[in-house]
């Protein structure tokens, strides 16, 4: 059985750092490309970042560019989403998915995304004074 386990939300000041994590059991995370997405209050889900097992090259969609970067720990079998000068529009449930067809372009750039086979159950960020 395939589980994803996101972990690190919580709620944090305009410009501070979170850093999120998405365990996986079942499935061995560096043979599949590894999405985060977000979905915030009363928007649609999005794409944020992906790790591609292919090359390891990782994709950010344009809003997070420069202050999102994701780690690939396969020892560990976890994916880390560092999120840096955070913005309250960062505010959102992040969820991490994942199946054999994952598109790291399509990731970043669908939304609303397609239905993946694995999902996490999502951990919420707060981003507010």
């Known amino acids: 059985q395939v589980q994803l386990v996101e972990s690190g939300g919580g709620l944090v000041q305009p410009g501070g750092s979170l850093r999120l994590s998405c365990a996986a059991s079942g499935i061995k995370m560096d043979y599949y490309s590894i999405g985060w997405f977000r979905q915030a209050p009363g928007k649609e889900r999005e794409g944020v970042s992906c790790?591609?097992?292919?090359?390891?090259?990782?994709y950010y969609t344009d809003s997070v560019k420069g202050r999102f970067s994701l780690l690939r720990d396969n020892a560990k079998n976890t994916v880390y989403l560092q999120m840096n000068s955070l913005k309250p529009e960062d505010t959102a449930v992040y969820y991490c998915?994942?199946?054999?067809?994952?598109?790291?372009?399509?990731?970043?750039?669908?939304?609303?995304?397609?239905?993946?086979?694995?999902w996490g159950q999502g951990t919420q960020v707060t981003v507010s004074s």
């Open positions: 998915a994942t199946d054999r067809w994952t598109n790291c372009t399509m990731v970043v750039t669908s939304t609303p995304p397609r239905e993946y086979q694995y």
């Open positions: 790790v591609s097992t292919s090359d390891g090259r990782t």
